[in-house]
């Protein structure tokens, strides 16, 4: 997509911005043809507002670039092996370096997966009809919601669409789950140097070069990563806040889907891609809240070590300080929505809930 903020390629951003942007348009143009059709709506919204989003999140991540790399040249130097003294520590970092590369894993496959189905959907329709009807007659369904402007009468103009649209796939897997990916990444890699920061709370009184040295360093590493994740906020946070708006649309207008779907093949598969499109939703959804749930829970550790190590037992003109950390560790770290709402798991069962309420309402009007 040509957005590592350390290599930003902008010809090959706007191309992708520029090609989402126009796909989005003619879904929502489709969306206002069909207006009266409540059906068509639910259909067209479930669709055009996962890509609505996946356009904000390239705007957001090219609009931030030079903040994101900042954050990368502050967190470089932590994947050094010398920057860690025991064993206790090195396992920390990897248990969250672990946890990030099992989302990776997760996420890229599963999002690419549902994408593709989407996209093919449309030829079980068609392999139906054919079968159905024969050679009598054809249907030209295109894998998205989208005003054409034109009839589609000819078999090599509806390829050459067909194969134009693909291009959402590869939009969808790397511009909507690579911009969360890279989102867990940094907020996991802060909570792992908390963890780590903790441990060394323990520790600074060894230090080979005298308490100074050692709660001098703490001090500076935690300066540090009150920097960073502010600068995470300030990059995602506005992100974040549609993606939790419309969250629950999603996750209502899917439902509704489902319990519309009925039998037969192409009914079938249908109900199948919007089980996944939901379960993928739902699971991004809680994936922000767990990663903001951990976020605080480390930072809040790394407080009550300060607080319990022996800090009173230190000079004062080395104990202050301390004092001055766990004064700054009294509000816990956050990742925010809009800067004001914050993610964590109790944030998650609210959200669910809103969902199922908004779904309860929709079905009153089916």
């Known amino acids: 997509m040509g957005l590592w903020p350390s290599d930003i390629d902008d010809r090959l ?122 050679n009598s007659s054809r249907l030209y369904v295109l894998p998205y919601r989208t005003r054409i402007f034109f009839e589609i009468t000819e078999s090599h103009t509806y390829v050459s669409i067909y ?24 907020v996991l890699h802060v909570c792992g140097q908390f963890s ?61 889907n489902l319990l519309n779907s009925s039998g037969g093949l192409e009914q079938r598969f249908n109900f199948l891609i919007f089980v996944m499109h939901s379960l993928c939703m739902t699971f991004v959804l809680f994936t922000y809240c767990y990663i903001g749930e951990c976020l605080i829970k480390e930072s809040t550790n790394f407080g009550d070590a300060l607080y319990n190590s022996e800090w009173y037992d230190i000079p004062w003109e080395h104990a202050k300080l301390l004092v001055i950390c766990i004064r700054q560790t009294q509000k816990p770290m956050e990742l925010t929505a809009g800067r004001f709402y914050i993610l964590s798991l109790q944030k998650f069962t609210y959200i669910i809930k809103t969902s199922m309420a908004y779904l309860s309402m929709l079905r009153t009007f089916l």
């Open 13 to 134: 951003f706007y191309f992708f911005f520029g090609f989402l942007t126009i796909h989005c348009c003619l879904e929502y143009a489709e969306l206002f043809q069909y207006i009266n059709d409540f059906e068509s709506v639910i259909s067209n919204l479930t669709e055009s507002t996962t890509l609505t989003m996946a356009l904000v999140k390239l705007g957001v991540c090219r609009l931030h670039a030079k903040r994101l790399c900042r954050v990368l040249d502050d967190i470089i130097d932590d994947y050094k092996d010398d920057r860690y003294k025991t064993q206790e520590e090195r396992l920390v970092f990897l248990k969250y370096n672990e946890m990030v590369k099992s989302f990776i894993k997760f996420a890229i496959p599963s999002m690419c997966f549902a994408a593709t189905m989407f996209y093919f959907k449309p030829l079980t329709g068609l392999m139906t009809s054919q079968s159905v009807k024969g």
């Open 163 to 186: 194969a134009i649209e693909g291009l959402i796939v590869p939009l969808i897997t790397c511009g909507y789950t690579g911009a969360d990916c890279f989102l867990v990444t940094l």
């Open 196 to 256: 780590i920061l903790a441990l060394q709370v323990k520790n600074f009184a060894m230090d080979p070069h005298g308490y100074r040295h050692g709660i001098h360093q703490l001090t500076v590493n935690h300066l540090r990563l009150i920097r960073i994740t502010k600068n995470i906020n300030q990059a995602f946070s506005w992100m974040l806040l549609p993606q939790l708006l419309i969250a629950p649309v999603i996750l209502c207008l899917s439902g509704c």
